[in-house]
Structures are given as C-alpha cells and as structure tokens.
T-cell receptor
Framework: GIQVEQSPPDLILQEGANSTLRCNFS?????LQWFHQNPWGQLINLFY???GTKQNGRLSATTVATERYSLLYISSSQTTDSGVYFC?????????????FGKGTSLLVTP | NAGVMQNPRHLVRRRGQEARLRCSPV?????VYWYRQLPEEGLKFMVY????????ESGMPKERFSAEFPKEGPSILRIQQVVRGDSAAYFC???????????FGSGTRLTVV
C-alpha cells in the first residue's frame, strides 16, 4: 500500500505561534484528508484536499499532487489546537478504498 | 444532522469473551469503514463495507474478526474470543461515495482484561 510519512513527529508551540506540518506520500493519491485527533481521542475531519489549497479559519492546507505532498498550516495557534494531526490518502480503485494513515504529528500548544 | 454514531464508547471484556462494536453511519451514507488504532499509532484499515456486502477486508485478521453491514441497522464489528492484543480504539467512518471525504465516529475503546 501507499506509505505516508509525516513530519515533524512532535511539535511544541507557544500560543500564538504559527506552524507547518508536512505529509509525504510514496505514490500519487486521488484522495487526501487531514484529521485532528483531540486529547479525548475524537477524530475531526479538517480537510478533504486531493489537490490545491483550502482555508478554514486559522487552518489552511495545500496539496501538490504531482510532487506527492501536502502541507497543513496552523496560524495563531491556540491551546485547543493540541492533539495529533493525521494525514491519510488512497488511490481509488475497484479493489479498495482504504485510507492509508501516517503516524501523525503530535502537537502541544502551551499558554 | 447526526454524524457517525458508535457504541459503546468504552467496552471491557475478559479474555475469551466476545466483543460487539456498533456503528451507525451518517444518514444517507452507504459506505462504512472500520479502522483500529493501537496506542500511540496511526489508524490501520480493517474492512470496507457497503450495504449487505463486504468490499475490501484486506486489513482484517483472518481469525476471530468479522464485520457486517445489514440492510437494516448498524454495521457490526465482532471479535470472538478476545485476547489482550485486541485492546485498542476501533473507529468507524462513513462516506457517501467510496473513499471520498470520510467522517469518523468517536470510536470504541476496547480493553481486554
């Protein structure tokens, strides 16, 4: 299956700082999503972004499909942004639609 | 507009017992996926189902694990004769089309004692 590499694995920020999280794929993907898993374990869908750029409040994401990577930008971070950020993708095919997840970036935002 | 509903949120089973995990997809979604998350790891795909059909079960262990998505009612992930290694968080997701734009449930945290 597709290998997904996320960086950095861990990140500590002071409130108000900006950050960029990166996701590399071993092969081209048709579907790409970013998720936030909060400290209570809940998975929140942030972006469905197979290509291009999207913005939602303080978060934005850019996927460069031809170069097999995606970036998640967090601006003016808040303590509620803490948690683990996962990217995941797949290649739609008749044989399967499994999302392949990276190991995540663990983010801690301190007051 | 309820999201993906999973129950129970927490489940404790003794070794050798059966565990049944339920998942009701987003209304109108006919594609359901089950994933397992071990502590401090990413999610691993287990099975993809549409109504009454298993489409892809390449991530399911060969023994003790089964899944169904009947015409009526929730999707069920069933683990027979649980062992300590089955302790994990099990997440269900649904989508309107296969593989596009997942919505995850809150997960069921299974503890085998």
């Amino acid at each position: 299956g597709i290998q997904v590499e996320q960086s950095p694995p861990d990140l500590i920020l002071q409130e108000g700082a900006n950050s960029t999280l990166r996701c590399n794929f071993s092969d081209s993907v048709n579907n790409l999503q970013w998720f936030h898993q909060n400290p209570w374990g809940q998975l929140i869908n942030l972006f469905y972004i197979p290509s291009g750029t999207k913005q939602n409040g303080r978060l934005s994401a850019t996927t460069v499909a031809t170069e097999r990577y995606s970036l998640l930008y967090i601006s003016s971070s808040q303590t509620t942004d803490s948690g683990v950020y996962f990217c995941a993708g797949n290649r739609n095919s008749n044989s399967g639609y499994a999302l392949n997840f990276g190991k995540g970036t663990s983010l801690l935002v301190t007051p | 507009n309820a999201g993906v509903m999973q129950n129970p949120r927490h489940l404790v089973r003794r070794r050798g017992q059966e565990a049944r995990l339920r998942c009701s997809p987003v209304k109108g979604h006919s594609h359901v996926y089950w994933y397992r998350q071990l502590p401090e790891e990413g999610l691993k795909f287990m099975v993809y189902l549409q109504k009454e059909n298993i489409i892809d079960e390449s991530g399911m262990p060969k023994e003790r694990f089964s899944a169904e998505f009947p015409k009526e009612g929730p999707s069920i992930l069933r683990i027979q004769q649980v062992v300590r290694g089955d302790s994990a968080a099990y997440f269900c997701a649904s989508s309107a089309k296969g593989g596009n734009g997942y919505t995850f449930g809150s997960g069921t945290r299974l503890t085998v004692v």
